[in-house]
């Protein structure tokens, strides 16, 4: 005979109590929305129409390239916005494991490749949120408090004693390594907390909800 028992529930772990990595498209927003570049209204036109798919009335983009169109590193509105061609997403929404428009699709994956982080590192559109977010950032005088601002402004709470002597050690290091390659006193400081910036949106912390 089999004894029945009643299941534990205590032992097991809530897949909502782990970490889970921002949806594609909340991650591009929330980018958008801590650089305060987040336009919240909907776009006028189609860039496919424009892009040579729409009536031949319509103006066609520069060299007809819808792929640099679904890729504009300086269009801010919101991802639900974003034009969705098969076969072609954008690559912020690709490469973030955003659903197949060619398939249906229950469950997303979710992957860490290489080129997730080449994109944080490397992609115009980071790098214009980057640069957008020191901007704000240096609109307060003191090191410390923009550390700390940025902390709240990023991840939603000031930082621990040991990130913020991080923090400052890195924008050191970052200050020393622009000033040997040359890099002007006008355009050095944007460039120091513009990476720092970049470094907080490439950080798990950013990434991942829990």
């Not at 240096?138 to 991080?166: V, W």
């Amino acid at each position: 005979a089999y004894e029945i028992r009643p299941r534990d529930w205590s032992s097991d772990v809530c897949s909502s109590d782990l970490p889970r990595r921002l949806d594609a498209e909340i991650l591009r927003d929330a980018i958008l929305a801590v650089s305060e570049q987040l336009e919240s209204t909907p776009p006028v036109g189609s860039v496919v129409a424009q892009g040579g798919e729409g009536p031949i009335s319509r103006p066609r983009l520069a060299g007809n390239n819808i792929n640099s169109a679904i890729n504009d590193p300086k269009n801010t509105h919101r991802s639900i916005y974003l034009p969705i061609i098969r076969d072609n997403l954008p690559e912020s929404m690709a490469l973030f494991d955003a659903a197949d428009p060619t398939l249906i699709t229950s469950d997303r994956q979710q992957t860490t490749v290489p080129s997730q982080g080449l994109f944080l590192l490397n992609n115009a559109f980071v790098l214009r949120a980057s640069d957008a977010a020191a901007d704000k950032l240096r609109e307060t005088d003191s090191e410390s408090e923009r550390i700390r601002a940025a902390f709240l402004r990023f991840f939603g709470r000031p930082p621990t004693g040991n990130e913020l002597t991080g923090a400052e050690k890195f924008l050191a290091s970052y200050r020393q390594q622009i000033t040997q390659d040359r890099i002007g006193p006008r355009n050095r400081e944007r460039e120091t907390w513009s990476a720092f910036c970049q470094a907080l949106f490439a950080s798990a912390e950013f990434q991942y909800r829990k």
